[in-house]
């Protein structure tokens, strides 16, 4: 069984920079693709970003538009989704998640086995 925990959300103005972390705890973070996704109020959950579980694969949804950068360190048991020149629009809860994605399933939520409880980052304007 594999914990994700996520860090790292924040208010921030618009313009401004955030680094997402999402440690797991327990199994093994290494052999799992891990995502990142995000909620805001009143909306469906969105794909964001994925990354493979030996980094060299990575995806982003249109929006991201080289804006965000997703990473992980496999020694660590951690991911990082960081995230520069953040809208207004960006503000929501951002989740991680770790599954057996390959590259053509990043985007599917049901194709992610854990989940992390949630940060929140509201972007000002």
């Known amino acids: 069984q594999v914990r994700l925990v996520e860090s790292g959300g924040d208010l921030v103005q618009a313009g401004g920079s955030l680094r997402l972390s999402c440690a797991a705890y327990?199994?093994?973070?290494?052999?799992?693709?891990t995502g990142w996704f995000r909620q805001a109020p009143g909306k469906e959950r969105e794909f964001v970003a994925a990354?493979?579980?030996?980094?060299?694969?990575?995806r982003y949804a249109d929006f991201v538009q080289g804006r965000f950068t997703i990473s992980r360190d496999n020694a660590k048991n951690t991911g990082y989704l960081q995230m520069t020149s953040l809208k207004p629009e960006d503000t929501a809860v951002y989740y991680c998640?770790?599954?057996?994605?390959?590259?053509?399933?990043?985007?599917?939520?049901?194709?992610?086995?854990?989940w992390g409880q949630g940060t929140q980052v509201t972007v000002s304007s």
């Open positions: 998640a770790a599954g057996p994605i390959t590259f053509a399933t990043m985007p599917l939520m049901n194709e992610y086995v854990y």
């Open positions: 327990g199994g093994t973070f290494s052999s799992r693709g």
């Open positions: 990354i493979s579980r030996n980094p060299s694969i990575t």
